[in-house]
């Protein structure tokens, strides 16, 4: 099958967008490749298509468990094999998954970064047919880059198992430095970058400076119809800001990482079919999300870095239609965001703490550690030790960055089984309690895969069905657990602790340089550009984030607060300024003039014409080259 006829099999779409279908064809060609794609710009079909085309497997690594999670359900809604492998699943789940990846004809394993270098995984990567590694979220394979994963340099290790094998790094948001780390780290064998323009024409970014944020925030949103996504900095806030915008008459809900499965699906779900107008949400929300008539995004709260404002704006007007990305802005957003810099790069004396401290809390010898596996509880782990949890949280990242742990987020894993009899042998057990009959009747019917692969089960929707409680179904699936017709393993939500090498000595930890001090200072000027393009007054907002991103060519949007505040006051002092406007393009359509002779040959008020020129010029409609004017080509 040609490219095209696998996109509309499995897509529905008639024809790529932009840049796709050349990234594909050069994938596709076995060339090592590097694509710079915006939010929505449709990264997923560059690597999907070409892997469909291909005999093997794609490996995509990703650091996004819930991208992971939602990308091999919606691959499985369009009758393609996938799954995934990633941290807190049991070593048997693990060897599961990566047997049907040699048996089973899959398509695409997604896996975290963190288990690129497990033994297991190594073992079995040797009888994988593989015909491309994708590696989205590709800039965190840089340390310039904002959101450096150490786990990121084993990928080049895995190249070493699979020669040949050609490599398609994504991502949607990196600065020039960045793109060429990229390359080298992942050792492409030649420079090969497709870059599609970070310039979204139907987006206008605004800044409102107000000290009433909610007041700002209600009038937005009467003012804007259509779906909306407010971002806030913590799950508190989300929930406040949600009962705020109910208590005004508008339909919201809020959504972070620390909802159970259930309620977030739910939500996610009420949102995108429009039964609730607005989602306040953490940073957790968004990443896979794919709604495209998202007419406003309103960040109530500063992000603290151009690169993480430049995603969550982009989250609006995916469908090309007029959109608004909108941050709310305060005097004292300056000095909240400064005080980040201490919280999220603690002193080394403090981080050294923080790992002894981890020591004591799972009673862990000198030596011992390595490979160890830890159910880990920040707030237990806090209130044992007096530490504060947005240090300690972040003392344990750097940690982290250091090599010394693997410290992982809050993870919600669903429940999930898997059958360990044989299907005829399953209908030969004659079972007693007429409950744990009706219970795997209606599993064997309502979930498919039971007997090869594990299978997400939701507890709350077995109850609503079969009429049995919570307990009664979690009580079942454990005593079918322990008599080996099934592996249970119920939901869980935690973060794990997992320790990359042996424990060491206090006065042997050595966080070097490149993680605390390079990465301090390119996290505060990161965080002095935030600022930069929530204070600036004469600058083009569009134009500080392309530039921002490499992007040296553009020309002003026309569309964002500045922008129309400069058109505003032209016009006010101008006001024939679209006639001017009109005569002025008309002359340098067929010759080009200085200024001066532009001035002279209008028939109009002198300076109102000079006033027209130096704005035409600085929206770009209009360029001087070597003393001359002339239309600005697009």
Same mark, same amino acid.
């Given at each position: 099958?040609?490219?095209?006829?696998?996109?509309?099999?499995?897509?529905?779409?008639?024809?790529?967008?932009?840049?796709?279908?050349?990234?594909?064809?050069?994938?596709?060609?076995?060339?090592?490749?590097?694509?710079?794609?915006?939010?929505?710009?449709?990264?997923?079909?560059?690597?999907?298509?070409?892997?469909?085309?291909?005999?093997?497997?794609?490996?995509?690594?990703?650091?996004?468990?819930?991208?992971?999670?939602?990308?091999?359900?919606?691959?499985?809604?369009?009758?393609?094999?996938?799954?995934?492998?990633?941290?807190?699943?049991?070593?048997?789940?693990?060897?599961?998954?990566?047997?049907?990846?040699?048996?089973?004809?899959?398509?695409?394993?997604?896996?975290?970064?963190?288990?690129?270098?497990?033994?297991?995984?190594?073992?079995?990567?040797?009888?994988?047919?593989?015909?491309?590694?994708?590696?989205?979220?590709?800039?965190?394979?840089?340390?310039?880059?904002?959101?450096?994963?150490?786990?990121?340099?084993?990928?080049?290790?895995?190249?070493? *198992?699979?020669?040949?094998?050609?490599?398609?790094?994504?991502?949607?948001?990196?600065?020039?430095?960045?793109?060429?780390?990229?390359?080298?780290?992942?050792?492409?064998?030649?420079?090969?970058?497709?870059?599609?323009?970070?310039?979204?024409?139907?987006?206008?970014?605004?800044?409102?400076?107000?000290?009433?944020?909610?007041?700002?925030?209600? *009038?937005?949103?009467?003012?804007?119809?259509?779906?909306?996504?407010?971002?806030?900095?913590?799950?508190?806030?989300?929930?406040?800001?949600?009962?705020?915008?109910?208590?005004?008459?508008?339909?919201?809900?809020?959504?972070?990482?620390?909802?159970?499965?259930?309620?977030?699906?739910?939500?996610?779900?009420?949102?995108?079919?429009?039964?609730?107008?607005?989602?306040?949400?953490?940073?957790?929300?968004?990443?896979?999300? #794919?709604?495209?008539?998202?007419?406003?995004?309103? *960040?109530?709260?500063?992000?603290?870095?151009?690169?993480?404002?430049?995603?969550?704006?982009?989250?609006?007007?995916?469908?090309?239609?007029?959109?608004?990305?909108?941050?709310?802005?305060?005097?004292?957003?300056?000095?909240?965001?400064?005080?980040?810099?201490?919280?999220?790069?603690?002193?080394?004396?403090?981080?050294?703490?923080?790992?002894?401290?981890?020591?004591?809390?799972?009673?862990?010898?000198?030596?011992?550690?390595?490979?160890?596996?830890?159910?880990?509880?920040?707030?237990?782990?806090?209130?044992?030790?007096? *530490?504060?949890?947005?240090?300690?949280?972040?003392?344990?990242?750097?940690?982290?960055?250091?090599?010394?742990?693997?410290?992982?987020?809050?993870?919600?894993?669903?429940?999930?089984?898997?059958?360990?009899?044989?299907?005829?042998?399953?209908?030969?057990?004659?079972?007693?309690?007429?409950?744990?009959?009706?219970?795997?009747?209606?599993?064997?019917?309502?979930?498919?895969?039971?007997?090869?692969?594990?299978?997400?089960?939701?507890?709350?929707?077995?109850?609503?069905?079969?009429?049995?409680?919570?307990?009664?179904?979690?009580?079942?699936?454990?005593?079918?657990?322990?008599?080996?017709?099934?592996?249970?393993?119920?939901?869980?939500?935690?973060?794990?602790?997992?320790?990359?090498?042996?424990?060491?000595?206090?006065?042997?930890?050595?966080?070097?340089?490149?993680?605390?001090?390079?990465?301090?200072?390119?996290?505060?000027?990161?965080?002095?550009?935030?600022?930069?393009?929530?204070?600036?007054?004469?600058?083009?907002?569009?134009?500080?984030?392309?530039?921002?991103?490499?992007?040296?060519?553009?020309?002003?949007?026309?569309?964002?607060?500045?922008?129309?505040?400069?058109?505003?006051?032209?016009?006010?002092?101008?006001?024939?300024?679209?006639?001017?406007?009109?005569?002025?393009?008309?002359?340098?359509?067929?010759?080009?003039?200085?200024?001066?002779?532009?001035? #002279?040959?209008?028939?109009?008020?002198?300076?109102?014409?000079?006033?027209?020129?130096?704005?035409?010029?600085?929206?770009?409609?209009?360029?001087?080259? #070597?003393?001359?004017?002339?239309?600005?080509?697009?």
């Amino acid at each position: 099958m040609t490219y095209q006829e696998i996109l509309k099999q499995y897509w529905g779409y008639d024809a790529f967008r932009g840049i796709q279908e050349d990234i594909i064809q050069s994938i596709g060609a076995g060339k090592d490749t590097l694509g710079l794609m915006p939010t929505g710009g449709g990264k997923s079909i560059t690597f999907q298509v070409p892997a469909m085309a291909q005999e093997g497997l794609c490996i995509v690594v990703t650091p996004l468990i819930a991208l992971m999670k939602d990308q091999v359900r919606n691959l499985r809604d369009r009758g393609i094999k996938a799954l995934a492998i990633y941290s807190g699943m049991s070593r048997q789940e693990i060897i599961i998954a990566l047997e049907n990846c040699i048996f089973g004809n899959y398509k695409f394993l997604y896996i975290s970064p963190e288990r690129l270098n497990t033994e297991i995984f190594l073992i079995k990567l040797r009888s994988i047919q593989v015909n491309m590694i994708t590696i989205d979220e590709s800039h965190c394979i840089s340390q310039w880059g904002y959101d450096f994963r150490p786990a990121y340099l084993n990928i080049a290790d895995i190249r070493k *198992h699979l020669p040949g094998v050609p490599v398609l790094a994504l991502t949607a948001t990196a600065t020039p430095e960045v793109v060429v780390d990229i390359q080298k780290r992942l050792e492409f064998k030649e420079e090969n970058v497709f870059r599609m323009s970070f310039e979204r024409k139907n987006l206008a970014y605004i800044v409102r400076t107000t000290d009433d944020k909610h007041k700002e925030l209600i *009038h937005i949103l009467q003012r804007i119809n259509g779906s909306a996504i407010v971002y806030v900095r913590s799950r508190r806030r989300a929930k406040e800001i949600t009962d705020y915008i109910v208590d005004e008459g508008i339909t919201a809900n809020f959504y972070h990482a620390g909802l159970n499965n259930d309620v977030k699906d739910l939500r996610q779900k009420q949102w995108q079919q429009d039964e609730c107008r607005v989602m306040v949400a953490t940073n957790a929300f968004g990443m896979g999300i #794919d709604k495209p008539d998202v007419r406003v995004v309103i *960040h109530i709260d500063l992000p603290d870095s151009p690169e993480a404002y430049f995603q969550e704006a982009g989250r609006a007007g995916r469908d090309g239609n007029k959109a608004y990305a909108v941050i709310l802005y305060s005097s004292a957003d300056k000095t909240t965001l400064n005080k980040r810099i201490p919280d999220t790069f603690p002193d080394k004396e403090y981080i050294k703490t923080v790992y002894e401290h981890l020591q004591y809390y799972y009673q862990m010898a000198m030596g011992d550690g390595l490979g160890c596996i830890k159910v880990f509880n920040l707030e237990e782990f806090c209130r044992t030790f007096k *530490h504060f949890p947005v240090q300690a949280h972040n003392a344990l990242k750097l940690l982290t960055q250091a090599g010394y742990i693997e410290y992982t987020d809050e993870q919600d894993n669903a429940s999930r089984i898997i059958f360990l009899l044989r299907r005829d042998e399953l209908y030969r057990i004659k079972e007693e309690s007429q409950e744990t009959e009706l219970l795997l009747q209606y599993i064997l019917r309502s979930y498919t895969g039971l007997f090869t692969e594990y299978t997400y089960i939701s507890e709350e929707s077995i109850a609503l069905r079969t009429g049995l409680n919570r307990n009664q179904i979690y009580q079942t699936l454990v005593s079918l657990s322990k008599r080996n017709i099934i592996d249970y393993i119920p939901q869980r939500k935690t973060p794990y602790i997992i320790y990359t090498r042996e424990r060491v000595d206090h006065d042997r930890i050595n966080i070097p340089q490149s993680v605390y001090e390079d990465r301090k200072e390119r996290y505060e000027n990161r965080i002095a550009a935030m600022i930069g393009y929530a204070t600036s007054e004469d600058a083009c907002r569009s134009r500080i984030l392309l530039r921002y991103f490499g992007e040296k060519n553009e020309h002003n949007c026309g569309q964002c607060d500045i922008c129309i505040a400069k058109k505003k006051r032209l016009s006010l002092s101008t006001p024939n300024y679209d006639e001017l406007k009109e005569e002025i393009l008309t002359l340098l359509k067929h010759k080009k003039y200085t200024a001066a002779q532009i001035v #002279d040959l209008i028939n109009a008020d002198k300076e109102a014409v000079t006033n027209t020129l130096n704005y035409l010029l600085d929206q770009e409609e209009i360029s001087m080259i #070597d003393g001359f004017c002339q239309i600005t080509l697009s």
